[in-house]
């Protein structure tokens, strides 16, 4: 009896740490949340401490009806999208190719992928690389070179391999070329690996900001992760045509809240998706990794 008391001590410390942890994580999104929701008036008077007195949309009304905003959106919306459906094209593809051993070269592609998770050419070789391609202010620039890397290839690799061989040899049978087997059987077969990826690649193509900081110079271009870098240097909201304005005689929007609305903005898309996809992303990843 002694021992279970002193069990259930332990596990009261235990979880109360874990509860203490958890909010220590979730206060500053609830921050961040709470304040892009505050009345302009309330923060400017200092009435704000963790739960605002009045809750205003007027700053959200701002960032969505400013034109740099939304120009930043629908190119980060672009090369989340284009770049998350060609990156699982690329990877499933050629994993697929490399798990077909009579395929001339392979054991050479293999070789070569394994290559580059260990050594990388760097920031200037990429750089050079992408202005001889023509790809400097382009938002192709920020999708084609990161199709796809060898860890992701790798994975995928090992998921296929887990599949039966006898597949194949059926659907070979039936007249199926190699294109056919990988479209109409091997992708069906491979829902939770490409949903754990289609989050992976998402998930990287929304959080792009090192590479356009790089290769856009068109602030026309930029995307989310740039233009909010830039609002947080400038300590305004004055970018690419996005200024502090009065909605009130006497009123105007405080940059603070501003910024933590298009803060939310940014993220809330990825938290939306993340509850579709989470029960196939540990799955996923786990299937494609016991042979790789």
């Known amino acids: ?59 959200y009304r701002y960032i969505l009806s400013a034109k740099s905003f939304l ?5 980060t919306a672009f090369i989340t999208v284009i770049g998350t459906v060609l990156s699982l094209i690329f990877t499933t593809s050629f994993s697929y190719a490399i798990t077909k051993r009579g395929m001339p070269g392979s054991r050479l592609l293999i070789m070569m992928v394994l290559f580059t998770m260990v050594f990388h050419g760097g920031l200037i070789p990429n750089y050079l690389l992408v202005d001889q391609l023509g790809l400097i202010n382009s938002l192709w620039a920020l999708i084609l070179p990161v199709l796809t890397n060898a860890w992701s290839i790798f994975v995928v690799k090992g998921f296929f391999d887990t599949l039966p061989a006898s597949l194949e040899d059926s659907a070979q049978i039936d007249g199926c070329n190699d294109f056919m087997i990988w479209y109409k059987i091997i992708l069906p077969l491979s829902m939770p690996v490409i949903a754990a990826f289609s989050l ?52 105007a929007l405080p940059p603070e809240t501003i910024k933590m609305a298009a803060l939310v903005t940014v993220i809330l898309p990825i938290l939306l998706v993340y509850p579709f996809l989470q029960k196939h992303f540990a799955k996923g990843v786990l299937l494609g ?3 790789g």
């Open 200 to 251: 992976f690649f998402a998930v990287t193509y929304w959080n792009t900001y090192f590479s356009a900081l790089i290769y856009i110079q068109d602030s026309s271009k930029w995307t989310l992760q740039v233009l909010l870098q830039q609002m947080i240097l400038q300590n305004e909201t004055n970018v690419g045509g996005m200024s502090v304005v009065s909605m009130e005689p006497g009123v």
């Open 71 to 75: 120009q930043s959106f629908q190119a």
């Open 289 to 291: 990794s016991v042979k």
């Open 1 to 59: 009896m002694k021992q279970t008391v002193n069990a259930q001590w332990v596990d009261i410390f235990i979880y109360a740490v874990l509860i203490l942890i958890c909010g220590i994580m979730i206060f500053p999104y609830f921050y961040v949340f709470a304040v892009s929701f505050t009345d302009p008036k309330t923060y400017v008077a200092g009435k704000f401490i963790i739960f605002p007195e009045k809750w205003s949309l007027d700053s």
